[in-house]
């Protein structure tokens, strides 16, 4: 399989110094690339800055803001099989970026944001046999919201965990794919989150081909 893989958390430009981010340190992002790898399979890993050094074997690309995120996965979309987007990808982004260094003053400073893309909502809609897995951190009714964000952007698969899971090496996490029930996955190395959600990546491009097929299969009865 082609595995589509972004990381890390991007960065939102004020000015040329400046910048909205988040917590993000890419370790699960990284560990997914590292994962797939190990399976045997071809990664390409979009990455925003993070310290983490990209696995060997893995096509990196690297980017910084949303915008930019969201131009690597429509460019690279339509050749992989499956796309994992496991960056936190900033939800606003700066209007208008100053051109230098703001300076300092004593009055306060207003900062008007607009939505940055919605990369995940794209990738579903544009699918065509891509297995889309996407991520959801929540803070309360965990389950809930990340069923509904499975649903509503046509998601194959969802991995739902909490803000106590940013920067560390060990998480808890819940999946859930369309047809099956949620499974959780408690205070596990992220490595091993990985291998996990990659197994279910793997299964699911195997029942996405096998219905392809037998659509193919019937569609030929019929026009015998």
Not at 20 to 34: D, H, P, Q, T
Not at 133 to 147: I, M, P, Y
Not at 171 to 183: E, F, P
Not at 206 to 220: D, L
Request: charged share 25%.
């Amino acid at each position: 399989m082609n595995f589509l893989i972004t990381a890390g958390g991007t960065r939102e430009y004020i000015d040329p110094v400046r910048f909205i981010s988040n917590a993000s340190s890419g370790r699960m992002g990284y560990a997914l690339a590292r994962a797939a790898l190990a399976a045997g399979h071809k990664v390409t890993l979009i990455t925003a800055p993070t310290a983490q050094d990209p696995p060997r074997g893995a096509k990196a690309v690297k980017v910084q803001t949303a915008a930019e995120m969201f131009d690597a996965v429509r460019k690279h979309f339509s050749r992989c099989d499956c796309l994992i987007m496991a960056a936190a990808v900033a939800d606003y982004t700066p209007v208008r970026r100053a051109p230098t260094k703001l300076k300092k003053t004593a009055r306060n400073l207003t900062i008007k944001l607009k939505p940055t893309p919605d990369i995940l909502k794209w990738a579903g809609k544009h699918k065509s046999d891509q297995v889309v897995v996407g991520f959801a951190l929540e803070d309360k009714a965990v389950r809930v919201s990340a069923e509904k964000k499975l649903r509503q952007k046509n998601l194959d698969m969802i991995v739902a965990n909490t803000p106590a899971a940013i920067g560390t090496d060990r998480s808890t996490v819940q999946i859930k794919t369309l047809t099956s029930a949620w499974v959780r996955i408690e205070n596990a190395a992220k490595s091993t989150t990985a291998r996990k959600i990659v197994s279910l990546a793997e299964m699911l491009r195997r029942h996405e081909i096998a219905s392809c097929h037998k659509g193919r299969v019937t569609a030929v009865s019929e026009l015998k």
